[in-house]
């Protein structure tokens, strides 16, 4: 079993930055394909973006295109969510996702989830 371990939410002002962690434990992280979702108040989870378990393939919503940077860590079993310029409509809980593939498969089919993480972005 995998798990998942979200950090770095907190509250911060239009066109800050915030980093998000995910530290994973249980199994191999390098084999693991991983990603960022998000849910606000309200609305469905919607993904963020991911990352292959290689490293060579990254893919982002539009919405946070060339303001989000996912990358990863195997050495020290983490994933990070570099958020700049953020915006009001990123106000969100934020979470980790891992799946055993190359890359992830559809949201519903994913098997390993975090917590999450909140983050508050004020006008």
């Known amino acids: 079993q995998v798990q998942l371990v979200e950090s770095g939410g907190g509250l911060v002002q239009a066109g800050g930055s915030l980093r998000l962690s995910c530290a994973a434990s249980?199994?191999?992280?390098?084999?693991?394909?991983m990603g960022w979702f998000r849910q606000a108040p309200g609305k469905e989870r919607e993904f963020v973006a991911r990352?292959?378990?290689?490293?060579?393939?990254?893919y982002y919503t539009d919405s946070v295109k060339g303001r989000f940077t996912i990358s990863r860590d195997n050495a020290k079993n983490t994933v990070t969510l570099q958020m700049d310029n953020l915006k009001p409509e990123d106000t969100a809980v934020y979470y980790c996702?891992?799946?055993?593939?190359?890359?992830?498969?559809?949201?519903?089919?994913?098997?390993?989830w975090g917590k999450g993480t909140l983050v508050t972005v004020s006008s």
């Open positions: 249980g199994r191999t992280f390098s084999n693991y394909a």
């Open positions: 990352i292959r378990w290689s490293g060579d393939y990254t």
């Open positions: 996702a891992a799946d055993s593939r190359l890359d992830l498969r559809v949201t519903g089919a994913i098997p390993y």
